[in-house]
Each structure stands twice: as C-alpha cells, then as structure tokens.
C-alpha cells in the first residue's frame, strides 16, 4: 500500500504563483511515474504533468512554459511548481503514483488539494 500527501493548495489572484508538493510512502518501486491531475467542477481529472524516476516529463499543452514538475528521489517527493496561474487552472489538484511489476500495475491517489485562481 501506499499512501500520498498532498499540500500547497490555496487561493490566489490571476498571474500569482503557487507551489503544490506530494510525498509518497509505503511500498514504492524504484521505478515510478509520479504526476499530478486536476478536476475541475462539472468536468472529468485529467493529467496535468508527470515525471519519471529519471526524470522524463509529460505536460498538458494548456501548461507548458508556466508549470514546472519536479521530484526528490530519495524522499519520493514530487513538486509542481504553478507560474502565471489563470482562472481556467482552479480546480482540485491530485497527487498520482504509478508503479509496474511485471504484468501488475498499481496505482494510487492523494486526497486532492484545492487551487482557486480568482481576483
């Protein structure tokens, strides 16, 4: 089992900057794909960025060049650093780990942390 928390979450105005972290315990594998998702009211999760162990990053167009995801391998810790923030970007942040061993997958979920982007 494994468990992820969350924090960083918070009220900001348009052009403000936030930075959400997540640290991961429990059964971790060596090799892992940390990431974070947001939901939105009314609207399904969907991926914001992730990075593997060594470092491979993917980022949702509507992101690139003002969010910046980051991780601490040796605390299991991933960052994502939040520039330029717009309204479009409030939503319920969540923390994500996948893990692969042979033909299992596992995945887990933090608790969601809430970004509000408003004047």
């Known amino acids: 089992q494994v468990q992820l928390v969350e924090s960083g979450g918070g009220l900001v105005q348009p052009g403000g900057s936030l930075r959400l972290s997540c640290a991961a315990s429990?059964?971790?594998?060596?090799?892992?794909?940390m990431g974070w998702y947001r939901q939105a009211p009314g609207k399904e999760r969907d991926l914001v960025a992730t990075?593997?162990?060594?470092?491979?990053?993917n980022y949702v167009d509507s992101v690139k060049g003002r969010f910046t995801i980051s991780r601490d391998n040796a605390k299991n810790t991933v960052y994502l650093q939040m520039n330029n923030l717009k309204p479009d970007d409030t939503a319920v942040y969540y923390c994500?780990?996948?893990?692969?061993?042979?033909?299992?997958?596992?995945?887990?979920w933090g608790q969601g942390t809430q970004v509000t982007v408003s004047s």
């Open positions: 994500n780990i996948r893990m692969i061993l042979g033909a299992e997958r596992y995945e887990y």
């Open positions: 429990g059964n971790i594998f060596s090799f892992n794909t």
């Open positions: 990075m593997t162990t060594f470092g491979s990053t």
